[in-house]
């Protein structure tokens, strides 16, 4: 029998990939899960943010909870939006890129670089977490291109591959992004806890 993972995210994409990741474990969605508090993502880090989040998921729920937390870090705006980037405008994920790209107009293509760093938290209803995480570089575009994805995808130029996150296919997404590195070093804990040598 597979041991239970709750996920701590109620974004579709985020969802949709950290499943994706998650192999050999029964994963739960919050919707799956009664009386899961509503948890303010207030803190100043992505590593914050996310260990708040599964600490709260995870007392409440009684199960090992998985929360994760990311963003787009720009140089040339002093790493905005940051850990703001899902609240960077009013809106859709559309109205935000069109705020970065407005913010973005002048700065010339040398200084367009950008990463999206992932943060994921693993955490027990003993109050025991342990915090993983991934970068992704590359240069924000001059306008949006491809359909895949979500977020900021559309505007992350890789250089050595000369697409947009949005232009990958899921599975080269599922290989390469900043979420599944962050994944990637959380495999021991999730291989501990599948094998119940953890927490």
């Given at each position: 029998m597979r041991r239970p993972l709750l996920l701590a995210t109620t974004n579709p994409g985020k969802l949709s990939e950290l499943r994706l990741?998650?192999?050999g474990?029964?994963?739960l969605s919050p919707r799956e899960v009664a009386g899961l508090p509503p948890v303010e993502e207030s803190e100043s880090t992505l590593e914050g943010n996310a260990r708040k989040k599964a600490l709260a998921w995870a007392s409440a729920s009684g199960l090992v909870t998985l929360a994760d937390d990311s963003g787009l870090f720009v140089e040339a705006l002093g790493g905005r939006p940051g850990v703001h980037s899902a609240r960077y405008a009013a809106g859709d994920d559309a109205t935000r890129v069109a705020r970065l790209?407005?913010?973005m107009r002048?700065?010339?293509d040398a200084r367009r670089g950008a990463c999206f760093?992932?943060?994921l938290c693993l955490a027990a209803p003993s109050g025991r977490s342990v915090v993983e995480e991934g970068v992704w570089g590359g240069e924000v575009t001059h306008e949006p291109r491809g359909s895949s994805g979500f977020g900021y995808d559309p505007v992350l130029l890789?250089?050595?591959l000369g697409r947009t996150v949005a232009e990958l296919t899921p599975e080269e997404k599922g290989r390469l992004s900043h979420r599944a590195q962050?994944?990637?070093?959380?495999?021991p804990w999730l291989a501990a806890y599948?094998?119940?040598s953890w927490p």
């Open positions: 990741l998650a192999e474990l029964e994963v790209l407005e913010e002048d700065v010339p760093r992932c943060v890789l250089p050595v962050a994944f990637a070093r959380m495999q599948r094998q119940g």
